[in-house]
């Protein structure tokens, strides 16, 4: 049974950093594409950033363009996001999601597994 567990979620002040991680058990990374998702409270769920599973290519948000770096470390079989300069704004719950295959996506209906969230909430 595949699984994803998201951590590294909390409170931070507004300029601060936080590296959120995606670990996976059930199955090796390596063969999926992973994507990062935020839901703030009362919008839809939106695309953050994903990497690819062949050429670690990656994609962002322009929201988050120049702040977020995706990563990925595929011995540990965890995906990471590096989150800098955090706002208000990006205060949400951040899922991360596996899709089997090399796309680089934000369509929600094409990823395979996804974790539960965590929460990251950034005071003014």
């Known amino acids: 049974q595949v699984q994803l567990v998201e951590s590294g979620g909390g409170l931070v002040q507004a300029g601060g950093s936080l590296r959120l991680s995606c670990a996976a058990s059930?199955?090796?990374?390596?063969?999926?594409?992973i994507g990062w998702f935020r839901q703030a409270p009362g919008k839809e769920r939106e695309g953050v950033s994903s990497i690819s599973r062949d050429d670690g290519m990656t994609h962002y948000a322009e929201s988050v363009k120049g702040r977020f770096t995706i990563s990925r470390d595929n011995a540990k079989n965890t995906v990471y996001l590096q989150m800098n300069i955090l706002q208000p704004e990006d205060t949400a719950v951040y899922y991360c999601?596996?899709?089997?295959?090399?796309?680089?996506?934000?369509?929600?209906?094409?990823?395979?597994?996804w974790g539960q969230g965590t929460q990251v909430t950034v005071s003014s």
């Open positions: 999601a596996a899709l089997l295959g090399p796309t680089l996506t934000f369509i929600e209906e094409l990823y395979d597994y």
């Open positions: 059930g199955t090796t990374l390596n063969y999926y594409t």
